[in-house]
């Protein structure tokens, strides 16, 4: 009995002993504490790449949920696998630095459009299952560092996704309403008003409950429980009050903006100053509350709810939630969304604080950049001052540089003026030091330059003019600031507006051989190569103030000096004859005076063109082509 | 065992499932099987595989469970059917008689979690403790025929039902499915060959306590032979395919203008059977007659898919997603030593691979597959066990396994490249001829290649402990039907087990979670197996 008592009892052991097997998982050491590295040493030294992740590349098919390949607006299937599978290819364009969609789980679908792009949170402290686990995210982070590549990590703090409804009508499902007669009587005009209760209209002091008889007080709202598109309730896994998203104080309940009102009147009204002369604002249309509240109190379009970040429930719970992603990965800073939709006073608290967090974690010139959209850049500055953000993404040298100077035809001096003049003012002025503990540069240092992102036609749409594109390239790898390109520019995407500008990266085989990208590559080569181009002063030396023509600044430190040229026109070919930046408004033109001394021959880097030779005086004169750029050096 | 009230009680049983099946079974013939001794218990490992409903859901995706079982296959020496002679036919000796029969599996619970709910499930396992089972019953209505002497011939189908009946629900509805509908075909050709076509539950033998059969397990429509070649060796082929009606991977049936010009027709624009073919080689020492001794399997499958096209959209005309040709394959063996102690003792070890489309299993539709959306690079690596030791009024029955799979998918980290494994044992003891107690101890883990949002890497673990005490109408014997037991089991949940719930599940808040119900369990006559 006892032989067949082994028999017996042996396979099932033998299987017992087998079970710990399934205990031997490779993680990597992903599971292990996150170590903060500190790669930066200068900002100014970073490239930044920007990843709208759903688009990068498809790294891992397992996370292939509901994906609609041929509509834009829909999941594609970018992964941050995808991302760690072609380090290569972001290392071959040279730039150092990636910036990833949020990563925060999202609402999944709304009205049959996705939230792949990652701004619609619904729990901000679970990950977006379509991009992949801690494993693959925290995998991903390390590759990049492993090749000297930060990460910055896109946030969301103004909205969540779409939570709820107003229940206006009060009858408890979400209606699509319309109010009045649409006829005029004697009594007066009764206007047909389309509500839609998911995201009605931008109203004072909130959303009001209606019926026939006229308005009844807020308007309850009821949030949305659909787990098939992940229309749940917002979390917040151990946040101080987990409850608190499910609560009105928690937003501002006013509805959509429908009036993004004027960013020059409303920057003003807004921060109790006094509205320069020259603006003409309407004191109704153009300054009152109706008009000005919306932007900062109202809900994003598309139902995006906004949150009363003047709560301080609110605040901490948003602290807590960033920091621990903060914790937990080891990311290098934080670009953060939709900046001039929230108050100025939360800034004020939240970047000290996030900053004061990641010195206690060891990591050292944690960035903050922010996304002002607008094109007013004393509002863009406002954002900079102390205790708010490192840096903002310079809104308006992509109007008034980029699509103006590069792809329009305005005169070069208005890059001269906004980049040294209003800089000054509206940068300099407002904080000319590092921020406490923060990036470790001056705002108007690290201003995040960019042509175009996820949120604007590319540069390329509407007009593709290739040597505009090239010649705007130039210019973003060799001003001061921090260079950002969006994915795809090395590939000539030319989408329009969003979701047409978000196109798959893949459909390009991430081929490095086309002439934009070797172009781009030979440009973050030179910015590496040429301190100069990082870190030195930049000095305006030529411009034209009459339209497209030359452009000419320096870049100088005290061992290095290097001179960019443009000629912005399409057509002719100029001389380096113009205006000098400081000359007085009717002043003739003259030759460019540059910091180099008599008799310098310079040679250019980028285009190699024949050598120039300075002249008496520090004089340099010579042809440029159109829409020729050089780089020219010792 | 007092041999009045076995035969007693025989009778009754016999009565009542004839009389409930409306069968045309001779009333002498029930008198004749009446009268005999007791059947002998089922032979070890056969009719230890009563069929079952595909099983839930698992918590998270994982592959699907092969989901239609059957009656196990010859572990051992050949079934010995009930006899019931007739007269003047060409029956052989002991086979069955001519004409109509009726066999049936089926168990049915009541059970409540004693918290005033139902019962909660708690396996995490593909295959887990078959305690979890739902309500399941199948009827087999099978046609014996002996035309010649040394041919036989059957005409076999089993209906099968899922889920809580009527008088659970209150509403007249059912799943339903033809698991058997098939024709074989014994002694043309070679004495010991048997051909079958038609649609048919395949497979060998299970690991009872899981409710799972790790080597072989297929649902095909097609066909296939049996060659008992000498009576120590058995050889099996069969050529089957299915076709899922999944929506997405192998059909897919859209509407399309009718050729008359109005209005619109149906037509199945993807349509790619999956083809099986499958090999099974059984040795046995010293031969299939004897009562104890030991047989080797060897088993194999080929999995074929040829390729397709699917429109990713019936409304609205888009670029249709091409769908490559797949394959797989799998190898397997098995080692059974059989027939020792009092009753029915056998000893199985299992080792299979499985890869491509194979991997995932013949009932599921691929997940996770790679950028070529092929199946290539998904694997299933297993090893499982089970056995049965009886001995006067004890007996133990053992079941575990460990798996390893991985989807195709190039992922590092996935919730889909797991291990998972589950070690059960069920002692009993008889505390009288009809009655017994068993108490079943059970470990079960799931360990997927992924982080939590946290950083952490769970392993979800699931710990249980049940108390059967039952009634064995037949008397002693683990593999004795019907049964009728009581059932009390209490499971306990480390938290990464209570977090594979969602958040409102009551089991995402309990670490222990009790089930407490009343149940029986019976097959009999069940059509035999290769």
Redesign the interface.
């Known amino acids: 009995m006892r032989a067949w008592l082994k028999r017996c009892v042996v396979p099932s052991a033998l299987i017992a002993a087998c079970l710990p097997i399934g205990a031997c998982f490779s993680l990597n050491d992903m599971d292990q504490d996150v170590k903060h590295e500190n790669l930066v040493q200068d900002w100014r030294d970073e490239m930044i790449y920007q990843i709208l992740t759903d688009r990068f590349a498809n790294g891992d098919t397992s996370n292939d949920w509901g994906l609609h390949p041929g509509d834009p607006a829909r999941y594609h299937g970018g992964d941050w696998k995808g991302i760690e599978d072609h380090l290569d290819y972001v290392e071959a364009l040279g730039v150092t630095t990636i910036w990833i969609s949020p990563i925060v789980k999202n609402v999944d679908s709304d009205a049959s459009i996705d939230g792949y792009h990652g701004y619609w949170t619904q729990d901000f402290t679970a990950l977006n299952p379509h991009f992949g686990d801690m494993a693959a995210l925290r995998s991903m982070v390390k590759a990049a560092h492993a090749r000297n590549i930060k990460v910055v990590l896109d946030i969301v703090t103004n909205h969540i996704g779409q939570a709820f409804f107003y229940d206006i009508n009060g009858n408890g499902v979400p209606d699509e309403a319309v109010w009045g007669g649409g006829y005029y009587g004697a009594e007066g005009p009764h206007p047909l008003e389309h509500r839609m209760e998911y995201d009605p209209d931008f109203e004072e002091p909130y959303v009001k409950a209606r019926t026939s008889l006229g308005e009844a007080g807020p308007a309850p709202i009821i949030f949305v429980y659909d787990a098939a598109s992940n229309h749940i309730p917002p979390l917040c896994d151990g946040c101080p009050d987990p409850g608190l998203f499910l609560r009105r104080e928690a937003y501002h309940l006013q509805g959509r903006v429908w009036n993004w009102g004027r960013d020059e009147c409303c920057y003003y009204r807004n921060n109790g100053l006094p509205v320069p002369p020259n603006f003409n604002c309407d004191p109704v249309k153009d300054l009152s509350s109706i008009v000005c509240d919306q932007v900062p109190h109202g809900d994003f379009p598309g139902g995006l709810k906004d949150l009363n970040t003047e709560n301080p429930a609110v605040r901490e719970a948003l602290q807590y939630a960033f920091r621990r992603w903060m914790k937990l990965v080891d990311f290098d800073g934080f670009r953060i969304d939709t900046l001039k939709h929230v108050e100025h006073d939360f800034w004020k608290d939240f970047a000290p604080k996030i900053r004061a967090y990641a010195k206690d974690l060891g990591k050292q010139k944690f960035l903050m950049f922010g996304e002002a959209f607008t094109g007013f850049d004393p509002m863009l500055g406002s954002y900079v001052a102390p205790g708010e953000v490192d840096s903002v993404f310079y809104f308006s040298q992509k109007y008034t540089v980029f699509d103006g100077v590069f792809k329009g035809k305005a005169p070069t001096s208005n890059a001269r003026q906004l980049l040294r003049d209003d800089r000054a003012a509206n940068y300099d002025a407002v904080n000319p030091l590092e921020q406490v503990d923060g990036a470790g540069q001056p705002p108007s240092k690290i201003l995040v330059n960019f042509l175009d992102n996820h949120d604007v036609a590319r540069f390329l749409y509407g007009e593709p003019s290739l040597v505009a594109l090239r010649q705007a390239l130039a210019f973003l790898y060799t001003e001061d600031g921090i260079p950002c390109m969006y994915y795809g520019t090395e590939q000539n995407f030319a989408g329009g507006n969003d979701p047409a500008n978000r196109e798959d990266l893949w459909a390009t085989s991430f081929s490095t051989s086309g002439d934009t990208f070797q172009y781009i590559r030979s440009l973050t080569a030179l910015r590496k190569q040429h301190d100069a181009l990082r870190r030195g002063d930049m000095t305006f030396r030529l411009e034209d103030r009459a339209g497209p023509g030359i452009l000419a600044f320096e870049r100088s430190t005290g061992n290095e000096r290097v001179l960019v040229v443009f000629n912005t026109h399409d057509t002719e070919a100029r001389d380096t004859v113009g205006n000098k930046p400081d000359d007085a408004p009717n002043a003739p033109t003259g030759a460019m005076v540059v910091g180099f001394g008599d008799g310098t021959v310079l040679k250019d880097v980028l285009g190699g063109a024949a050598p120039v030779t300075v002249g008496a005086g520090s004089t340099l004169q010579f042809s440029m082509g159109p829409r020729e750029v050089r780089v020219l050096v010792q | 065992m007092h041999s009045s009230s076995r035969t007693a009680l025989r009778a009754a049983l016999a009565g009542l499932a004839l009389t409930a099946a409306c069968f045309a079974r001779t009333a002498q013939a029930a008198d004749e099987d009446t009268s005999k001794p007791a059947p002998a218990p089922a032979p070890p490992a056969e009719g230890t595989a009563p069929a079952e409903p595909p099983a839930a859901a698992t918590p998270t995706p994982a592959p699907a469970k092969p989901a239609t079982p059957t009656a196990a296959a010859a572990a051992a020496p050949p079934k010995e059917e009930p006899k019931e002679a007739a007269p003047k036919s060409n029956a052989p000796p002991g086979e069955e008689a001519e004409g109509f029969h009726f066999g049936s599996y089926g168990r049915v619970r009541a059970a409540t979690d004693m918290r005033g709910g139902g019962p909660q499930y708690a396996n995490i396992v593909a295959h887990g403790s078959r305690l979890d089972s739902e309500p399941y019953a199948e009827l087999e209505l099978r046609n014996t025929q002996y035309p010649e002497k040394g041919m036989r011939l059957r005409v076999i189908s089993t209906l099968a039902f899922a889920g809580d009946p009527f008088h659970y629900t209150g509403k007249f509805e059912t799943k339903l499915a033809i698991r058997n509908l098939f024709v074989d075909v014994r002694g043309i050709g070679l004495p010991g060959l048997t051909l079958w076509a038609g649609s048919r539950m395949y497979r060998g033998d299970d690991i009872y306590l899981l409710d799972f059969w790790p080597l072989d397990n297929l649902n095909t429509v097609g066909g296939g032979a049996i060659l008992d070649a000498t009576k120590s060796t058995r050889v099996q082929i069969h050529v089957g395919t299915n076709r899922l009606i999944d929506g997405s991977f192998q059909y897919q049936e859209r509407q399309l203008p009718s050729p008359t010009g109005v209005g619109s027709v149906s037509a199945q624009t993807l349509n790619r059977p999956r083809t099986i073919v499958s090999g099974k080689i059984t040795q046995f020492f010293p031969d299939n007659q004897a009562r104890q001794g030991f047989k080797v399997s060897l088993h194999a499958e080929g999995h074929l898919l040829p390729s397709g096209v699917l429109e990713?959209s019936t409304t609205t005309v888009?670029?249709p997603t091409y769908l490559p040709a797949d394959n797989g394959f799998v190898i397997g063996a098995q080692a059974t030593?059989y027939g020792?102690?009092d009753r029915d003792?056998?000893?199985?070890?299992f080792v299979r691979y499985a890869r491509g489309i194979a991997a995932y299993g013949d009932l599921s539709t691929p997940?996770?597959?790679?950028?070529e959306r092929r199946a290539s690079g998904a694997s299933e690596f297993l090893?499982?066990?089970?056995?049965?030791?009886q001995?006067d009024r004890f007996a133990?029955l053992?079941?575990?396994?460990?798996r390893?799979f991985n989807?195709?998918?190039?992922?590092?980290?996935?919730?889909?490249?797991f291990?998972?494994?589950i070690?059960s044992?069920r002692p009993y003891v008889y505390t009288s001829e009809h009655t017994g107690i068993a108490v079943e101890g059970s470990?079960q883990?799931r360990?997927a290649?992924?982080?939590?949002?946290?950083?952490?890497?769970r392993?979800p673990q699931v710990a249980r402990f049940s108390l059967l005490p039952f009634v064995t109408p037949w008397g002693w014997g683990t593999f004795r039907r019907p049964i009728l037991f009581a059932l009390y089991t209490a499971t306990a949940r480390n938290e990464s087990a209570r977090l594979m719930y969602?958040t409102d599940d009551p089991r995402s808040t309990r670490s222990v979670e009790h089930y407490v119900g009343i149940g029986a369990e019976w097959w009999f006559n069940s059509s035999s197996y290769p």
């Open positions: 990713s888009r670029s030593p020792f102690g003792g056998f000893a199985h070890l997940f996770g597959l790679n950028g090893v499982a066990a089970a056995s049965n030791f001995v133990v053992t079941g575990a396994y460990l390893r989807d195709a998918s190039s992922a590092v980290y996935s919730v889909n490249k291990w998972e494994g070690l044992v470990y883990y360990n290649n992924v982080l939590d949002n946290w950083g952490k890497h392993v969602p």
